[in-house]
């Protein structure tokens, strides 16, 4: 059902929390586990990564909409998310380069959303009591209703996801001249990390996220990217076992985000779910080789044990995040990979964190 005119709606969290609102894109009922991410921008690139996949987005930022929505900031091939929570809603749009307004773009897509809510409020809630499911619905008052359906939304623990967005078949990506060839495993990959790695030199074949090694390796490719994605690292095993093998072969190996988690579970680190996570674009993170610092894009809900990558002697703790002192990258000492939980590709910086590539392309020769 199109949302033509604006509907009341409401937002019920597990812990009981009720918050009203008006609604916004399509007038229906959805679920998800809550996450709020703190950039001033970019909200198109957030409701198309993978990453949110099944999860209900507050924006913290005051205006949501005001510069529409534009073909090139697409990070996937369709939105990707649960639904929208956000302050206040932006009807209009102001740029020129824009396609068309938010909400049509929303409902579109058939993503059930709220406005006008204390954001603040619900924002220091999460934070105080930690990230939980709720449903959001413009279609049922009754709170009854809404328990019920609150109920069948699955906790993200132990929640393989990965093989709900990844590619459905194998395709390649780049210029075929370029001087390297590298697999990726795509694990709900954003389409700009693909940019930054063709920019550097590298024509790349994408793989599904259930490939085996063997699959990967049988066009001979001088490295392999292990993309980001949703969902719980620990439910992964195909994904950690594919790696343990790259690992044994000795050949290049790059991560982030989820690929990051992946690798550090290959090498026997254990993963764990945060208690709000990190989403945002001003994370600041520190190189422990440089002694540097970077403002970095963010957007995870599990982490990896900073006391493990401490206590393996093959592990090196590359970077740090300053805020709460998590992991944020390791590199092997005794072969050709690294990983960072965070996203290089996402310019916060702007430049910061592009020389991981540039890294990773030099691990190629």
């Not at 409701?47 to 929505?69: C, E, K």
């Not at 990896?304 to 590359?318: A, F, I, R, Y």
């Not at 998590?326 to 430049?351: C, D, W």
């Amino acid at each position: 059902m199109t949302n033509t005119t604006q509907h009341e709606a409401i937002l019920m969290l597990e812990d009981g929390l009720v918050l009203k609102g008006k609604s916004i894109g399509k007038i229906g009922t959805t679920g998800g586990e809550l996450c709020f991410n703190t950039g001033m921008t970019g909200y198109q690139e957030i409701y198309t990564d993978p990453s949110y996949f099944g999860q209900l987005i507050i924006n913290t930022t005051a205006h949501i909409g005001n510069y529409g929505v534009a073909t090139k900031e697409q990070e996937s091939g369709k939105v990707q998310f649960a639904g929208l929570i956000c302050g206040q809603f932006s009807k209009v749009y102001s740029r020129a380069s824009a396609y068309q307004s938010l909400g049509q773009y929303l409902t579109g897509a058939g993503i059930v959303g709220i406005a006008d809510v204390d954001t603040r409020r619900l924002v220091r809630h999460i934070r105080s009591k930690g990230a939980m499911n709720a449903v959001i619905s413009s279609e049922f008052s009754d709170v009854d209703v809404l328990a019920k359906h609150l109920s069948t939304v699955p906790n993200m623990d132990h929640l393989e996801l990965s093989s709900k967005v990844t590619t459905d078949e194998v395709h390649f990506y780049g210029d075929p001249m370029a001087k390297w060839k590298v697999s990726v495993l795509d694990l709900g990959i954003k389409t700009n990390i693909l940019r930054n790695l063709a920019a550097r030199g590298m024509y790349m074949q994408v793989f599904p996220a259930k490939t085996s090694f063997a699959d990967m390796m049988a066009w001979h490719p001088d490295g392999i990217f292990i993309s980001n994605g949703p969902g719980d690292p620990a439910s992964m095993d195909y994904a950690v076992d594919t790696v343990k093998l790259a690992l044994e072969a000795n050949i290049p190996l790059f991560g982030i985000c989820l690929g990051h988690q992946i690798l550090a579970r290959a090498c026997g680190i254990s993963t764990f779910k945060m208690h709000h996570g990190h989403r945002g674009l001003n994370h600041p993170v520190k190189n422990l080789i440089s002694g540097r610092s970077e403002i970095t894009s963010q957007n995870h809900g599990f982490a990896v044990s900073l006391e493990d990558v401490q206590n393996h002697p093959d592990l090196l703790l590359t970077h740090i995040n300053l805020n709460d002192q998590s992991v944020e990258g390791i590199r092997l000492k005794n072969r050709p990979a690294f990983s960072v939980q965070y996203h290089p590709e996402a310019s916060p910086g702007p430049h910061d964190s592009v020389y991981l590539f540039e890294e990773f392309e030099g691990m190629l020769g």
